[in-house]
T-cell receptor
């Protein structure tokens, strides 16, 4: 029973390049959440998606960041024209329920993005 | 605007003793609180939660206490074990924000043998 799978685990990008982070939720889970952890800080909510729908993107930066969760395949967090400040650990969580309180949300191991 | 604060970045205790991790919040709309444990290079793992209608929830060695009037919660681990050494995050959610969790900065717990 595989958990939440994120890849790549580590990603290095030069300033101005694009970063694509993937998240495959646990089997049977149709809700995905993305969080970002900057160095020495807690996790910050970015976006909540269901299949083919963005439910809450109130934590997403207004520019350069986008997320999708297509009918088939993993959820993708896309960062265009990366800058050094985007360097962080990006965590994905999934759950089987809607409007949940995250007790049943399981986190992936994260993708550590480094912008050089 | 840090709505959930963990004022102690680190805590060190002896094996067998009690570990007490503290968390304060400012948003009175928060009505559900969770603790997560995180090892290096891994994702957070859910530990225990508490609803605002309760003031205590216990699960084995872990107990969470909630003081709504003080907007304060704490996690007690007793007895502490070396394997408990990790970063502990307090998180909160509000019914109005559904699935969105607001995390504290975390407290690094070290349990010494």
């Amino acid at each position: 029973n595989a958990g939440v799978m994120q890849n790549p685990r580590h990603l290095v990008r030069r300033r101005g390049q694009e970063a694509r982070l993937r998240c495959s939720p646990m089997k049977g889970h149709s809700h995905v959440y993305w969080y970002r952890q900057l160095p020495e800080e807690g996790l910050k909510f970015m976006v909540y998606l269901q299949k083919e729908n963005i439910i809450d993107e109130s934590g997403m930066p207004k520019e350069r960041f986008s997320a999708e969760f297509p009918k088939e395949g993993p959820s993708i967090l896309r960062i265009q024209q990366v800058v050094r400040g985007d360097s962080a650990a990006y965590f994905c969580a999934s759950s089987p329920m809607s409007g949940l309180r995250n007790t049943e949300a399981f986190f992936g191991q994260g993708t550590r993005l480094t912008v050089v | 605007d840090q709505q959930v604060k963990q004022n102690s970045p680190s805590l060190s205790v002896q094996e067998g003793r009690i570990s007490i991790l503290n968390c304060d919040y400012t948003n009175s709309m928060f009505d559900y609180f969770l603790w997560y444990k995180k090892y290096p290079a891994e994702g957070p793992t859910f530990l225990i939660s508490i609803s605002s209608i309760k003031d205590k929830n216990e699960d084995g060695r872990f107990t969470v206490f909630l003081n709504k009037s003080a907007k304060h919660l704490s996690l007690h681990i007793v007895p502490s074990q070396p394997g408990d050494s990790a970063v502990y995050f307090c998180a909160a959610s509000a019914e109005t924000s559904g699935s969105r969790l607001t995390f504290g900065e975390g407290t690094q717990l070290t349990v010494n043998p």
